[in-house]
């Protein structure tokens, strides 16, 4: 939640255990004994596509609390080693002086394959009036944030506003037609495709409102928002991807707890559940990110790389039972010929869950799955004739990738 700022922008350290990736082994599993009846089968139909993910990531603000080192650089976006990020959120600062500070770990980010998206929390003092951008200043602040972009070697998209609806937030506030007046005057002019309007509780009618502008909606390349205080939900037919660009479960929690861990796991569930086509934390280094101050990845981490790792950007989602069986939550995903399902147990015991695959053809799945002791354990489960079944581990992760 936002109620605390302080604790979003600094984060209250806390002394956490070092976690290290458990060695990886292979087994052939069928898993044939089932070890409770499974209440529904969860059905996977390649033939039916729904939204294009763009990827998985978390936001790194150098000005704020320092820039991610070289290993942690790797450990957030290395699809290999790391936990796979594919987005890098940063801020557009409000002094040009600063805008150096950002390119190191921009840099390296698209060296690892990461698209990196950019949030403007202020103008320049000189361009707003308290905590509002002056219409006069619209050419000036959309030369301001094209010349960041310019300057950092370019980004994936730009955004104007950091939840313009949060009146208490202390920076730069609009209603949802401000933002859409700008973006249709100078949404052509920031040096990178907007993504807006970025509102806090991804609130339906601000963005309708925004949309209704159809120059500053011609303007957008996707739909930005992030979900403090609401729950993921379908936006409808807007015409606009719709990325998650920001959220944390709670910062004075570990990122090594596993039961936030999994709280975190049925949120991205959720959102791509939801039709989104990107989910993004807030600070990728943090005692409650997915990164820790001591630079290991964390529980919170190593989730998210379920999805990170296996599901890279412009994979399809692709039609799959969202809740086959109580306390289980499955989505998939194809790029090509290759299928990838994510699965969530949130069950306390082991859980055996049955799976159907129409549209596509199948032997086995590469599986990794992380449970409170262990991270990506890797083993391989076979399919017969477009079935299967798995025993899910107590309160787990799993991903399955097409062999």
Known sequence: MKINNILKLTGTP??????????????????????NIPKGTATVDANTVQQTVQGFGGASIPIWIGDLTSDQRTKAF?????????????????????FAAEKPTIDAAKGLGARVIATAWNAPASMMDGLKLKTSSYAAYAAHLSSYASAVGGVYAIS???EPNYSASGWMGATASEVADFVAAQGNNCGAPIMAPEPLNMGQSYINTYLSNATAKANTAFVAGHIYGATPYNLGNIGKSVWMTEHYTNSSISGNDWGNAMTAAKEIHDCMAAGWAAYVWWYIRRSYGPIDENSNITKLGYVMAHWARYVRPGYTKISCTANPTSGVYTTAYKSGSRIVIVIINQNSATTYQSFTLSGTSLTGFNRYVTTSSSNLVASTVAVSVGSFGINLSPSSVTTLVSQ
Do not use: E, F
């Open 14 to 35: 806390i002394i956490l255990l070092s976690l290290s990736l458990v060695s990886c082994h292979k087994s052939q599993d069928t898993d044939t004994a089932a070890l």
């Open 78 to 98: 290395s699809a290999s080693s790391g936990i796979g990020m594919s987005i890098l959120r940063v801020m557009v600062p409000t002094s040009s002086s600063q």
């Open 160 to 162: 104007p506003w950091n």
